[in-house]
């Protein structure tokens, strides 16, 4: 495992091109910190940097990953939505939200809810996110850091390198970023569903 330490306030690009190449080259499986906390990410795409993250997480084939992008932009690729979800989205991202859709046939089929064939989807202004899904070309696979059975997440960097160490590639560290789980809205439904409370304002959707 490579640590990187990174300040979110003025990331590097050449330091984002290196992480990206690793991702989209080696298949690696990196920590990075985010506006919801730290999360584990690996490339659409990327089987085996994937099943890594699912042992970590101890994730089975009901787990509904989620694709990180920078702008609504990825919408229309990986979606399946009408007019009025689209404008709703509209009006609260970039924000902590992630929101769970029917995937398109753009969305690798290992990255699909195994039964719902569903992606979840986020859209963050965080500059460490921004700088990765430029440098990436596209969006970032992405997941909580946190181990299997455990129900709270990394606060820092330095824990996910003791613990999680020998099955990660790539740390950026950015020093304690406490978590702040996104509100998680389901719109695969006639009515938005809210199956999880957390940083994003839940009024928007019903909650």
């Avoid at 919801?36 to 993250?53: H, Q």
């Avoid at 229309?76 to 046939?105: N, S």
């Avoid at 129900?151 to 330095?158: P, Q």
């Amino acid at each position: 495992m490579r640590t990187i330490e990174i300040r979110p306030q003025s990331v590097q690009p050449r330091t984002m091109e290196q992480v990206a190449e690793a991702l989209r080259s080696r298949s690696a499986v990196i920590a990075f910190p985010s506006d919801t906390g730290y999360a584990f990410g690996c490339a659409p795409g990327a089987t085996g940097a994937l099943k890594r993250i699912q042992r970590i997480r101890g994730l089975n084939a009901s787990h509904t990953w989620t694709l990180l992008c920078g702008d609504e932009s990825c919408l229309g690729t990986y979606a399946r939505m009408d007019t009025a979800v689209y404008r709703m989205i509209k009006r609260v991202v970039p924000g902590p939200y992630t929101f769970v859709f029917e995937a398109t046939a753009e969305v690798p089929r290992q990255l699909q809810q195994k039964n719902r064939k569903t992606i979840g989807i986020r859209i963050s202004a965080d500059p460490v996110v921004q700088a990765l899904v430029e440098a990436l070309g596209g969006p970032l696979v992405t997941t909580t850091a946190r181990l299997a059975g455990e129900e709270w997440a990394f606060e820092d960097a330095a824990s996910i390198g003791e613990e999680c160490g020998d099955s990660i590639d790539l740390l950026l560290d950015a020093g304690p970023v406490p978590p702040n789980p996104s509100t998680v809205v389901d719109l695969t439904g006639d009515e938005p569903e809210i199956l999880r409370y957390g940083a994003g304002d839940p009024g928007p959707f019903g909650g």
